[in-house]
């Protein structure tokens, strides 16, 4: 028995292409048993092939498989990020400054759409992609702002690097435009034919205010095309009218709500605790996703001036959905990156485990590790509707992270150190398991 050695340590020598991994500490909501305690789960030819409490593989008889002591690490399967903008990413390595209001920061990137040269895009994303990769992401989902009705060039950029990156991440991509342009029956036509053709999913933006009696159309094209859903949506912090109950009632009456997925959701953490519950009652029965966005809602929500103290007032509301409560009540509910580096959040790294981390914090999550981790592996998977639902198994890819921390406290203090990554039951090394260098951006506009 030989023991897994972990990034900074010497040498982790490549895995074999059957080996097993002993005394993994798996939560248990990423396992196919109900038994407690500790795992080996045995890997074969970049898939899963057994998955045994760790006292049934202690005995076994001696055989020729090696096998490798984790010393109870955590294992977890790799992440999905069901929430991102590649095509906004690292605009702050070309110039662009962050704003603290959501609707100055789209100003600032509408302004800069005519910069997008898909060098630029390409370059700026296949960087986001390497990063999100080294950390163990194997699929993620990114929105493209629409800003013409065929397609921006940012659509056909994201496609190429889809097909590129093909067998290392699974890219989603999903049109982002605003609900306004449900007015225009032809105009919106196009989007989601657009859509369709690349394989993409439908996206809107429901802002506050919003013209929600358009909102059936946009399930009528989906409908149409076949089409998933998505929606940002109450991104805000300004009761009492949010517009989640009509996209809710919407997707249940439609039964869409098994391919509808909501993002932001901010002003539910705000409402009176009855009105919450009823609205959570009617996303619960809708069946549609929720996805939370700590890292960009934190940054954004309740960011606001007083010329009395320096110019600046420490937040007093998070940015949050409600949780907890909805957790209860069975929705199914992921944590994402959202923005990085950019007029929206000069900061984020697209690593999973790190949003975890911050969520713990933020949120008061009880044992993250233990008891979240599905929120950046099983449930992202879920609301994007992916074919492997991230359930350690037999059969199921070995697309794992390693981690050397043991339980949510070790694993939350130190989530940005030392994982080992394994793809198809094969482990990172060299490059590809480290980010990539900032000053790759260098003069990424001259």
């Given amino acids: 028995m030989s023991k897994f050695l972990f990034q900074g340590e010497i040498g982790q020598p490549p895995l074999p292409p059957q ?77 662009l400054a962050p704003e603290r209001d959501l609707f100055d920061a789209i100003a600032r990137v509408r302004g800069d759409y005519a910069h997008w040269s898909a060098a630029e895009l390409s370059r700026r994303i296949d960087f986001a992609l390497r990063s999100a990769y080294a950390h163990g992401t194997r699929a993620l989902n990114s929105y493209c702002d629409w800003s013409q009705p065929e397609g921006p060039t940012a659509w056909r950029v994201l496609q190429d690097l889809r097909a590129r990156w093909a067998g290392r991440i699974e890219l989603v991509i999903t049109s982002l435009a605003s609900i306004a342009e449900l007015e225009d029956p032809a105009r919106a036509a196009t989007i989601a034919a657009a859509v369709a053709e690349g394989g993409g999913v439908l996206g809107w933006f429901v802002y506050p205010g919003a013209p929600v009696h358009l909102l059936p159309r946009a399930f009528d094209l989906a409908e149409r095309h076949g089409l998933r859903l998505d929606f940002h949506v109450d991104e805000h912090l300004e009761p009492p009218r949010p517009n989640l109950p009509h996209v809710a009632r919407l997707a249940r009456e439609r039964g869409w709500g098994a391919r509808t997925v909501c993002g932001h959701c901010c002003v539910l953490g705000v409402l009176e605790t009855g009105e919450r519950d009823a609205l959570l009652d009617e996303v619960a029965a809708s069946g549609l996703g929720l996805v939370s966005l700590p890292w960009t809602n934190l940054y954004l929500q309740d960011n606001a001036s007083d010329p009395a103290h320096g110019g600046r007032r420490t937040p007093r509301r998070r940015g949050l959905l409600p949780v907890h409560e909805a957790r209860a009540r069975g929705i199914p509910l992921a944590f994402a990156s959202d923005n990085h580096r950019d007029p929206f959040f000069p900061g984020g790294d697209l690593d999973p485990l790190q949003t975890l981390a911050l969520a713990a914090m933020a949120a008061h999550l009880d044992d993250p590790v233990r008891d979240w981790a599905d929120t950046v592996t099983r449930q992202g998977a879920a609301v994007l509707g992916l074919a492997w639902d991230g359930v350690l198994r037999p059969g199921a890819p070995a697309d794992l992270v390693i981690h050397p921390g043991r339980s949510s406290v070790e694993v939350v203090g130190r989530a940005a150190h030392g994982r080992g990554v394994v793809r198809a039951g094969r482990l990172l090394a060299g490059a590809e398991a480290v980010p990539p260098d900032f000053r790759e951006l260098d003069g990424l506009r001259g």
């Fill in 19 to 95: 080996v097993w991994l002993s005394r993994a500490n798996v939560p248990p909501s990423l396992r196919d048993t109900s038994t407690p305690g500790l795992v080996a789960l045995q890997l074969l030819d970049g898939k899963i092939s057994q998955v045994l409490p760790q006292g049934e593989f202690e005995a076994l008889p001696a055989g020729g498989v090696p096998v490798l002591d984790l010393d109870g690490s955590t294992v977890l399967p790799a992440f999905v990020d069901p929430h991102t903008h590649l095509d906004k990413g690292d605009l702050c390595a070309a110039g």
